[in-house]
């Protein structure tokens, strides 16, 4: 089992910025591909970045240029910057890692573990 620990939410600004961080902890051995979801109110969960063992990141177009994952292997934990925020991306948003070794992708139904996930409100 790998436990996910999202932190760094809040509210800002459109335009403004913000960073959210994921520790993982169990059986981190086990974790392969890692990424950020989130779900507006009313609206089905989506991929918005994804990064694999190997470093290699994927992103929605939604916040492509915006947004930025990445992942401290020696502190177990994941990031995501988020940019020129705008209102659209209010949401609840969650890691989740995958327990397999499947391509790395936004499909949201290949990711095992899941964090609760902290909310992101953006304001115009």
């Known amino acids: 089992q790998v436990q996910l620990a999202e932190s760094g939410g809040g509210s800002v600004q459109a335009g403004g910025s913000l960073r959210l961080s994921c520790v993982a902890s169990?059986?981190?051995?086990?974790?392969?591909?890692m990424g950020w979801f989130r779900q507006a109110p009313e609206k089905e969960r989506e991929g918005v970045a994804v990064?694999?063992?190997?470093?290699?990141?994927l992103y929605a177009d939604s916040v492509k240029g915006r947004f930025t994952i990445s992942k401290d292997n020696t502190k177990n934990t994941l990031y995501l910057q988020m940019n020129s925020l705008k209102p659209e991306d209010t949401a609840v948003y969650s890691c989740?890692?995958?327990?397999?070794?499947?391509?790395?992708?936004?499909?949201?139904?290949?990711?095992?573990?899941w964090g609760q996930g902290p909310q992101v409100t953006v304001s115009s």
């Open positions: 169990g059986n981190t051995d086990r974790r392969y591909c």
């Open positions: 990064i694999g063992k190997d470093g290699r990141t």
């Open positions: 989740a890692a995958m327990s397999e070794p499947y391509e790395c992708n936004l499909e949201i139904y290949k990711y095992e573990f």
